[in-house]
């Protein structure tokens, strides 16, 4: 069998170098920001940390009552790898400190890890994100307001009769989207998850938040997604026009933690917000990877003819 010449093999060994730089570049070209909390010291709380990228503030302070300490822990969900570090939210109830973000005009997704380290996700327990217009803004006392109803997602436990995140409640699901702090079940919509939040589990979650050309009025949620985009898991539509015209902070928010007993502490990492699902979701390993490894090996064989 005939030699592939040098300069052919160097030809295609490029081309696949290229192209894979290429593809990476074009990945990342969508990411809006993200924060894997690893340059941070465990031990510290995380207001001031500077990290990651895309973001045009340092993290903000939490409200009363709550404590944001960078903890070291490794999560994992989803084909998502946290790291050496993640952040513990613990206190009875408030926002956990916001970052601020040029403003955002475009539907964009957002992906996050999340577990209850410790305790035991009852009661009203809940822990989500809002993707706001201010620091501390969770529209409260929305909807009702045009232009002021904050969409979040997150966990969320209920006592309630006929509220979605009660697990007694047919059909519910612990991972929930809603409306500023309304009580659900009108302002909720949930995941359907048998065996509720298991303590020390990671989760990941990816929301999407969708613009209407004006406001962003309605989001759509998956839990550990991995591949290609499938169907949203949960969706949460407004009234139209309801929903905040522009996006400038996230945050993370808990309720109702218990805070003597069994104390509940949350822990979330590898915060990303990125316009396309490709910035926050992991590629199956079929679809990329393989036909690398694929045409690699052939590459490698014919050297060795
Ligand atoms: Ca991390
Ligand atoms: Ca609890």
Same mark, same amino acid.
């Given at each position: 069998?005939?030699?592939? $010449?040098?300069?052919?093999?160097?030809?295609?060994?490029?081309?696949?170098?290229?192209?894979?730089?290429?593809?990476?570049?074009?990945? !990342?070209?969508?990411?809006?920001?993200?924060?894997?909390? +690893?340059?941070?010291?465990?031990?510290?709380?995380?207001? #001031?940390?500077? #990290?990651?990228?895309?973001? @045009?503030?340092?993290?903000?302070?939490?409200?009363?009552?709550?404590?944001?300490? %960078? %903890?070291?822990?490794?999560?994992?969900?989803?084909?998502?790898?946290?790291? *050496?570090?993640? %952040?513990?939210?613990?206190?009875?109830?408030?926002?956990?400190?916001?970052?601020?973000?040029? $403003?955002?005009?475009?539907?964009?997704?957002?992906?996050?890890?999340?577990?209850?380290?410790?305790?035991?996700?009852?009661?009203? &327990?809940?822990?989500?994100?809002?993707?706001?217009?201010?620091?501390?803004?969770?529209?409260?006392?929305?909807?009702?307001?045009?232009?002021?109803?904050?969409?979040?997602?997150?966990?969320?436990?209920?006592?309630?009769? @006929? +509220?979605?995140? @009660?697990?007694?409640?047919?059909?519910?699901?612990?991972?929930?989207?809603?409306?500023?702090?309304?009580? $659900?079940?009108?302002?909720?919509?949930?995941?359907?998850?048998?065996?509720?939040?298991?303590? =020390?589990?990671?989760?990941?979650?990816?929301?999407?938040? &969708?613009?209407?050309?004006?406001?962003?009025?309605?989001?759509?949620?998956?839990? @550990?997604?991995?591949?290609?985009?499938?169907?949203?898991?949960?969706?949460?539509?407004?009234?139209?026009?309801?929903?905040?015209?522009?996006?400038?902070?996230?945050?993370?928010?808990?309720? *109702?933690?218990?805070?003597? #007993?069994?104390? +509940?502490?949350?822990?979330? +990492?590898?915060?990303?917000?990125?316009? !396309?699902?490709?910035?926050?979701?992991? $590629? !199956?390993?079929?679809?990329?990877?393989? =036909?690398?490894?694929?045409?690699?090996?052939?590459?490698?064989?014919?050297?060795?003819?």
């Amino acid at each position: 069998m005939n030699p592939i $010449p040098i300069s052919a093999r160097k030809f295609t060994a490029a081309a696949i170098v290229f192209s894979v730089v290429l593809s990476f570049h074009e990945a !990342e070209a969508s990411i809006i920001a993200m924060d894997d909390f +690893d340059s941070y010291t465990a031990g510290n709380a995380l207001v #001031g940390g500077n #990290g990651g990228s895309g973001f @045009n503030a340092a993290w903000g302070s939490p409200g009363a009552n709550v404590t944001t300490t %960078v %903890v070291a822990g490794t999560m994992s969900a989803a084909g998502i790898n946290g790291g *050496v570090n993640a %952040v513990q939210v613990a206190g009875s109830g408030n926002i956990s400190g916001a970052r601020a973000l040029d $403003p955002i005009t475009a539907t964009f997704y957002v992906g996050a890890l999340v577990r209850l380290n410790a305790g035991v996700w009852d009661g009203s &327990n809940t822990f989500s994100f809002y993707a706001s217009n201010g620091a501390a803004n969770t529209g409260i006392n929305s909807p009702g307001a045009a232009n002021n109803t904050v969409l979040t997602f997150g966990m969320r436990n209920s006592t309630a009769a @006929n +509220d979605p995140s @009660n697990p007694l409640t047919a059909g519910s699901g612990p991972f929930m989207l809603r409306a500023g702090t309304g009580a $659900p079940p009108s302002t909720a919509s949930v995941i359907p998850f048998a065996g509720g939040i298991a303590t =020390g589990s990671d989760y990941y979650l990816v929301a999407r938040y &969708n613009y209407s050309g004006t406001n962003f009025d309605s989001i759509d949620m998956w839990l @550990n997604p991995m591949g290609a985009q499938g169907a949203p898991q949960a969706s949460l539509s407004l009234t139209a026009g309801f929903g905040l015209t522009s996006i400038t902070n996230i945050f993370g928010r808990a309720a *109702v933690l218990q805070t003597t #007993g069994a104390i +509940d502490q949350v822990w979330f +990492d590898q915060l990303k917000l990125g316009t !396309e699902w490709t910035d926050v979701v992991v $590629p !199956e390993p079929s679809t990329g990877l393989l =036909g690398l490894f694929a045409c690699g090996f052939a590459l490698l064989r014919r050297r060795r003819a």
